[in-house]
């Protein structure tokens, strides 16, 4: 018999419990027991997408079920290296929140509806987190936690947000991890490897096969995990993949991007291959990558796609029109979510597949927003492609719902649909990190949307990296003066 789950303790005492979760976590301690699981994996979302936690016994598991895990707090307050950015033992951690002094514990409270059991580490149980302080209050820079309060206001107006997912990766064989003591650091050395193709057969069958020994881990891994795997694809780029999802409505399509890139990543190194959702490698003749976020809303009365026209010659519903011209409209300040990277603004191209300017077109890929469907069909939703596959999809996608809304709200005008969209006048995305985070520090809209607190917060953070990457000297400064002056 599998242990009888706890009562009384922490998700009791704060009401985070119900029937739901009871069942849920019913069933997850008799599947720990009869799948012969050691241990478990305790995961959150930071604020960089990337999945931080502790690994336990499952002998703990229905103890951790009540009563959650801790966790420092500053692991919120870090930078992609790891460094952390705010003055964590100062009064209110460094970001005004006494429950953070001190680098004082947070809780990871497991959401058992997000069990797996790892296909490629099969005595291993894996469960997604909540975060909350040891009071039982949200903490405000949980990213997951920020989203479903964004979901929430949205299916207060009747609606559900349906999210596909199409993320471009590379995928190199690896030569060297680089682990010598010379190589650690904040950040450590990046690994040397070598391509498995040399690209530039955009979906050719050869190249594909050519990469079946390497993906078929990865497919292994995504299909075991119960996603739901559309296709594995070569991309133009030389070691470039992309891998497609069907839909999922709400947190679950942030989730879902949140386990296919883990997955990924961990298949891949386990076979001897380096997986990278970094936008631009700096690997000679590489091709960005990108996230191409499929997305509609849905009534939740009906199931029916609110994006749907009423005739065929609809291209969008009026709630359409007026959430794309919202995606428009707060393109520049949202950007800092859907390319969080300074990295990322290297794949904004003229004349290419990626965006360089916000404008929308029917079923035209060098737009940033191309528009698929349209008429009557259900399956109308907006493809925007201004992302880039590091984003962290819970900001990703909250700030498109917020952009969106105040379209709806505003009840703005996307204008006509762009043909040629590198041709047509109409404003241009930011060029760079630094002036993506100038649009977000004065939206209004998206201020309003995600709260002032974290929109400082996150200036906070990505500023801090903008400053150690400008105090770097490059190996294209060097070229360029060292031996001229």
Sequence with gaps: MPPELAVGGFVDRHGLGGPDRTEATTSVLAAIQSQGVEIIRLSFVDQHGVLRGKTLAASEAARLMQDGCGAPSSLLLKDTANRTVFAAYTQGGGVGRSEMQGAADILMVPDPSTFKILPWAPHTGWLLCDLRFTSGAEVPFSTRDLFRRTVGQLSQRGYGFVAGAELEFHLFRLKDPRLQPEDAGQPGAAPQVELVNQGYQYLSELRYDALDQALEPIRHALEGLGLPLVSLEVEYGPSQCEITFQPREGVAAADLVILARSAVKQAAARHGYHATFMCRPRIPHVVSSGWHLHQSLRHLATGANAFAGETRQDILSGL????????????????????????????YRPYSNAPDRAIWGQDNRGAMVRVIGGGCSPATRLENRIGEPAANPYLYMATQIISGLDGVDRDLDPGP????????????????????????DASACLRRGLGDDFVDYWLRLKRAELDRFNAEVSDWEQREYFSLF
Excluded: V
């Excluded at 649909?417 to 109409?426: K, L, W």
């Design 417 to 440: 649909s762009a043909d040629t969209p590198y041709e047509t006048a109409a404003p241009m995305l930011p060029r760079s990190l630094e002036e993506a985070l100038q649009a977000l």
């Design 320 to 347: 359409g029109r007026a959430y794309l011209a919202g995606l428009l409209a707060h393109a520049p300040a949202s950007t800092p979510f859907s390319t969080p990277t300074i990295n990322g603004y290297k794949r």
